[in-house]
């Protein structure tokens, strides 16, 4: 991994400093954050402040920059952005003025970065354009299909399932703590994108769908990834795992990227792990975090 450049660490300074203006959650709404343990995200405020925009507790402007959602979900930084910047530029640079993305992008007023910073022609939120780079790239690559279906394993604030949507017309049935898919059912609502919500798995022909899992199945304990194994892997024709395994799996007590793999394979997924896909970026690969995919 080369080292920074000037340029890349004063990106990095400019976006703390921007990041310190990030609202806290009210108190009482993030009184008794999730203590469960059953990821790393659970025991964290960011469980809470989904309820309370779930329920209508609050609305959603400002929700992108709370610190309980910062913390976890809006984490992409200006040197990640600019990277997908990039590789959306190279894929697809017109989707960037679809009004759908822009919506996207406005949902939760995220802080975004300037353009120019960006190589882009307007501000954008990096954590926006992870979304939108990692949607393509499933599409490119065959994951997610036009029209298709995806089970998407931790969804955040839905910015994945509303990229999906806007790039394959990809409907999205979500599995995560049930606040946690709430608030993305809304956020997908207050985007126009309600209809590409799949409510359970009636009706989903496993087969002919992708598992897609954005770093969140690697800061599960092992007991809930052979729960989701079972009931959503297995079947599962084509799998995509964004795998963070060497900064969690340790903390919570989940398995390693090689253990991830064996699993896979022995329930009979003819899974790979690559260390060197288009996607990954800058922190990607600081943190040596991999992809493993799979095509049955």
């Known amino acids: 991994m080369k080292k920074k450049t000037i340029d890349e660490r004063l990106h990095d300074r400019c976006w703390e400093w921007f990041r310190r203006m990030r609202m806290d959650s009210p108190a009482a709404l993030l009184r008794g954050a999730g203590t469960d343990g059953s990821s790393i995200s659970s025991s964290l405020p960011w469980p809470v402040a989904a309820e309370a925009l779930a329920s209508g507790a609050r609305t959603s402007e400002g929700f992108r920059r709370l610190k309980a959602v910062c913390d976890v979900v809006e984490t992409v930084g200006p040197v990640d952005g600019r990277f997908y910047a990039g590789r959306i530029r190279s ?54 299909k036009p029209g298709g279906t995806v089970i998407e394993v931790g969804v955040g604030f839905g910015g994945l399932a509303a990229m999906n949507a806007v790039v394959s017309g990809a409907s999205t049935r979500m599995v995560d703590l049930p606040q946690v898919e709430a608030a993305a059912r809304r956020m997908m609502e207050e985007c126009g994108l309600g209809r590409f919500c799949v409510a359970d798995d009636a009706g989903i022909d496993p087969g002919d769908c ?87």
Request: proline share 6%; hydrophobic share 45%.
């Open 210 to 296: 992708c598992l897609v899992s954005n770093y969140a199945f690697t800061e599960l304990t092992r007991e809930i990834q052979d729960g989701y194994l079972e009931k959503h892997l297995k079947g599962a024709g084509r799998g995509v795992i964004v795998s963070n395994a060497g900064v969690f799996a340790a903390t919570i007590g989940g398995r390693s990227d090689r253990e991830l793999l064996s699993m896979l394979r022995d329930a009979g997924l003819p899974a790979e792990i690559d260390r060197s896909a288009e996607l990954l970026g800058p922190a990607d690969h600081f943190c040596k975090v991999a992809i493993l995919h799979w095509k049955a």
């Open 91 to 144: 894929w697809d640079e017109a989707v960037l003025a679809d009004p759908k993305v822009a919506a996207i992008d406005s949902w939760g007023t995220p802080i975004r970065w300037p353009g120019p910073l960006l190589g882009l022609p307007r501000a954008f939120s990096p954590t926006t354009l992870r979304y939108l780079a990692t949607a393509l790239w499933l599409k490119r690559e065959g994951y997610v």
